[in-house]
């Protein structure tokens, strides 16, 4: 029979009886603080917040109902605070800030903004506002403050902003005229089914135009150690807009997880390293390059051979079986031949289905990437990353741009021509003021260069993804040059990568 107090704790646990169950109904610092008490206590989570909940140590207990529930709310933070600081501050258990989560959202920032954010940690979930289902409106860009010392600059700094938008709805109208003189309604479609098809693909090639200044809104949610994370690699660029979010986010994230944000500061190392380095690089090569090669790639750098990929692919499978050693396993791969390697490979393979992702050996072999990118092609290479690592310059006009294919058929390239051009001067104008004011005039057809290191698990993850007949037309090309290149050389490991094409 359940008692007043067991009652009680069913307020905030999903069960009293068995080994899995939810903690909940707690503010995100308390339920970090009964994860803390595992490393230092033998009883279980229930019977630690049991405790807490006796002894008034989380003053949850004595919250009678007449007491709002804020005031609740706020008490019960104060003392997870009080912990924090005696635990996790002053023993450096820091692990414990992974339990307390946030959920925040950020609206109106820029294009260029919004990819730092999701570069500054691969622990954080975010969905984005996309510009290939909807259409910006016109005036929603970031204007760097930096601006308002040069008053002509920033006229000709939204005039460009506004020229761009005019290129993008002078493109959006000429390609829903072509798309419906060249693109047939299917069987059974819809009128607003057939518009709304069309308009995607109208939308999804209009945007290369539009500058990074551009705003976009995402949800982002994170635990408490990869927001602190976060906010250091931003208060830490050269951008005063990712400088300013680091700290909205933070006076956000702290009326939530008010003591895991303590001490957030700019990081030394990663400012003092950056400008060494642009020091460096500004000695060795005096003038700003502009590369030869216009045109976009994605081109594989290094790769093991056949010989060698297949023998430590192998060796991990085998030692994956728990049957044999390291040494056996390596010394078995070493003394198989290439055919039977490549059967074993296949009967690791060929139970994939759509949505599968390879068994984990297959994370052991590498590949190095060069890509020569659009802006466009590179914001979806980050939302659909899982475990690539990437060098990445700044964003540039140095190094081309791509022109959808839809824009030469429908015969727009001159005014998207004209865009890229204003886009481009002003590039240069901004850069000559301020070197971090310049990526806000580049457009999401501008090509960036990026190294990717990645696994052979992490590309079937995205030939799979990228390959479908339903991935953007551009990082669609990318990866079917990437798996061509793969394919060319280790035929057995890649065999199954596009199993949703």
């Known amino acids: 029979m359940a008692t007043c107090e067991d009652a009680y704790l069913l307020r905030y646990v999903s069960n009293l009886d068995r080994n899995v169950y939810v903690i909940f109904n707690l503010p995100e610092e308390v339920i970090a603080v009964i994860f803390a008490y595992v490393s230092r206590s033998p009883l279980s989570f229930r019977e630690n917040l049991k405790k807490l909940l006796a002894d008034e140590e989380l003053a949850l207990a004595s919250a009678t109902e007449d007491v709002p529930p804020t005031a609740r709310h706020a008490l019960a933070q104060e003392k997870a605070r009080q912990f924090h600081e005696k635990w996790v501050v002053g023993y450096g258990h820091s692990s414990v800030a992974e339990h307390a989560v946030a959920h925040v959202g950020v609206e109106k920032i820029s294009r260029l903004a919004s990819a730092e954010l999701e570069l500054a940690t691969s622990f954080n979930s975010f969905t984005e506002y996309s510009q290939r289902y909807q259409r910006p409106r016109r005036g929603d860009v970031y204007i760097p403050p930096e601006l308002d010392a040069y008053p002509e600059l920033k006229a000709r700094y939204l005039a460009v902003q506004d020229q761009t938008f005019d290129a993008y709805e002078r493109l959006l109208a000429g390609l829903l005229n072509h798309l419906r003189a060249t693109e047939p309604r299917r069987d059974g479609e819809s009128e607003k089914a057939y518009r709304m098809r069309l308009e995607k693909m109208a939308f999804e090639d209009a945007r290369y135009v539009l500058t990074l200044a551009v705003h976009t809104n995402l949800g982002l949610t994170g635990n408490g150690r990869s927001l602190r994370d976060t906010i250091v690699r931003l208060l830490s660029l050269p951008y005063r807009e990712c400088r300013d979010l680091a700290r909205a986010l933070e006076a956000e994230v702290a009326r939530v997880l008010p003591t895991l944000l303590r001490h957030v500061r700019p990081n030394d190392y990663l400012i003092g390293t950056r400008e060494a380095l642009n020091a460096y690089a500004s000695r060795v090569q005096a003038e700003p390059y502009r590369t030869a090669e216009r045109e976009p790639y994605a081109r594989l750098v290094s790769a093991p051979d056949e010989e060698t990929a297949t023998r430590r692919l192998v060796a991990h499978l085998l030692l994956s079986t ?97 865009a890229i051009a204003a886009a481009e001067a002003l590039f240069f104008d901004l850069e000559a003021v301020d070197p971090a004011l310049a990526p806000y005039a580049v457009t999401g057809a501008h090509h960036r260069q990026v190294y990717a290191s990645m696994s052979l698990w992490e590309l079937y993850h995205l030939i799979n993804l990228r390959t479908s007949p339903e991935a953007q037309w551009d990082i669609r090309m990318a990866m079917e040059s990437l798996y061509e290149q793969v394919r060319a050389i280790h035929p057995s490991v890649i065999k199954y990568a596009k199993r949703r094409a």
Request: glycine letters at 4%; zero cysteines.
């Open 322 to 418: 728990g049957r044999m050693s390291r040494e056996q396993a390596e010394e078995a791969s070493r003394r198989m031949p290439l055919a039977e390697r490549n059967r074993l490979i296949e009967e690791a393979l060929v139970r994939l289905r759509f949505f599968d992702n390879p068994v984990d050996p297959f994370a052991h072999v590498y590949y190095e990437v060069a890509l020569q990118v659009s802006e466009a092609n590179w914001h979806q290479l980050l939302r659909h990353n899982r475990k690539t690592n990437f060098t990445y310059q700044p964003p540039t006009v140095r190094n081309g741009y791509t022109v959808p294919p839809r824009v030469r058929a429908a015969g727009l390239e001159a005014p998207f021509a004209e």
